[in-house]
Nanobody
Framework: QLQLVESGGGLVQSGGSLTLSCKISGFNMASYGIGWFRQAPGTEREGVLCISTDDSNTNAADSVKGRFTIFRDHNENTVTLQMNNLQPEDTGVYYC??????????????????WGQGTPVTVSS
C-alpha cells in the first residue's frame, strides 16, 4: 500500500512558477515510479511528467517540455514537480500517482495504482 499527499498548488499569474510536492509513505516506497497528472474541468486526466522507479529516466508531455521538471528526494520521500513559465492552459487539479516497478515510466493513468487527492493550480492570464 502506498499513500501520496500533494501540496503546493495555488493561484499564479501567467509566466509565474509553482513547486508541487508529493509526499510518499507506505511499504517499499523505493519500488515505485511516480507520475504527475492533471485534470481540467470537463477534460480527461492527462499525464504531465513521471520518474521511474530507479530515477534513471523521466518522461514529459510535449506541452510541458522545457518548462516543468521532476525530481525525487529519497531522504524526504518526496517527488517534486517544478513548474516554470506557467500558462493558463496549465490550470487544473494536479495529482501524483504510484506505479510499482516502473523502470520505464509512462504517462498513462491506467498504469498507476495509487493516487493522491490532488492539489489545484490556477494560472490567470
Amino acid at each position: 500500500q502506498l499513500q501520496l499527499v500533494e501540496s503546493g498548488g495555488g493561484l499564479v499569474q501567467s509566466g509565474g512558477s509553482l513547486t508541487l510536492s508529493c509526499k510518499i509513505s507506505g511499504f517499499n516506497m523505493a519500488s515505485y515510479g511516480i507520475g504527475w497528472f492533471r485534470q481540467a474541468p470537463g477534460t480527461e486526466r492527462e499525464g504531465v511528467l513521471c520518474i521511474s522507479t530507479d530515477d534513471s529516466n523521466t518522461n514529459a508531455a510535449d506541452s510541458v517540455k522545457g518548462r516543468f521538471t521532476i525530481f525525487r528526494d529519497h531522504n524526504e520521500n518526496t517527488v517534486t514537480l517544478q513548474m516554470n513559465n506557467l500558462q493558463p492552459e496549465d490550470t487544473g487539479v494536479y495529482y501524483c500517482a504510484g506505479e510499482r516497478y516502473a523502470y520505464v515510466c509512462a504517462l498513462l493513468a491506467e498504469k498507476y495504482t495509487y493516487w493522491g487527492q490532488g492539489t489545484p493550480v490556477t494560472v490567470s492570464s
